[in-house]
């Protein structure tokens, strides 16, 4: 099972006066998650499912990379704030078999990324990392991290 953690893409709003949970991406975050979106596709990324948070910069950002990568786009409530290695292995469990992509936040992602493959790493927005499991109890392998700098040069 190939599992895809990406971050929402920038929505750092500098006269932003509403809830943070509302927070949109901004011009940049949507070009940003634009081009991670393209360097997906060059890869042959191909989860079965897109499943996001529901906070807008998260689903944004999932609606960008679904419609690239023309692939099914739900949103996972558990996904939203405090997302933790149980309610992971839930949405494994529930998926098995399939190769998801998980859009969401920090620090979750990073936290739930150590604790499955034991790598310390620390996700960018708009970044984008590939976790191998065998099956949603197991320990997993990082395949890779891309920061969306890489997403850049193509």
Same mark, same amino acid.
């Given at each position: 099972? #190939?599992?895809?953690?990406?971050?929402?893409?920038?929505?750092?709003?500098?006269?932003?006066? /509403?809830?943070?949970?509302? $927070?949109?991406? +901004?011009?940049?975050?949507?070009? @940003?998650?634009?081009?991670?979106?393209? &360097? &997906?596709? #060059?890869?042959?990324?191909?989860?079965?499912?897109?499943?996001?948070?529901?906070?807008?910069?998260?689903? @944004?950002t999932a609606e960008i990379i679904a419609n690239r990568l023309a692939v099914?786009? #739900?949103?996972?409530?558990?996904?939203?704030?405090?997302?933790?290695?149980?309610?992971? $292995?839930?949405?494994? +469990?529930?998926?098995? /078999? @399939?190769? &998801?992509?998980v859009v969401g936040h920090e620090p979750d992602f990073s936290g739930l990324?150590?604790?499955?493959?034991? /790598?310390?790493? =620390?996700?960018? #927005?708009? /970044?984008?990392? $590939?976790?191998?499991?065998e099956s949603p109890e197991s320990d997993g392998t990082l395949v890779w991290?891309?920061?969306? =700098?890489?997403?850049?040069?193509?």
């Amino acid at each position: 099972m #190939k599992l895809f953690f990406v971050r929402h893409g920038n929505a750092d709003w500098p006269d932003w006066t /509403g809830s943070d949970d509302e $927070r949109p991406l +901004t011009r940049k975050g949507r070009k @940003q998650t634009g081009r991670v979106a393209r &360097l &997906l596709g #060059k890869l042959c990324v191909e989860p079965s499912l897109v499943l996001s948070s529901p906070l807008p910069r998260a689903f @944004q950002t999932a609606e960008i990379i679904a419609n690239r990568l023309a692939v099914d786009l #739900k949103e996972e409530p558990t996904i939203g704030k405090d997302f933790d290695l149980p309610a992971l $292995r839930v949405l494994l +469990t529930r998926m098995e /078999g @399939q190769d &998801l992509m998980v859009v969401g936040h920090e620090p979750d992602f990073s936290g739930l990324i150590r604790r499955l493959t034991g /790598g310390s790493v =620390k996700m960018a #927005k708009a /970044g984008v990392a $590939r976790v191998d499991l065998e099956s949603p109890e197991s320990d997993g392998t990082l395949v890779w991290l891309l920061p969306p =700098k890489f997403a850049n040069s193509g």
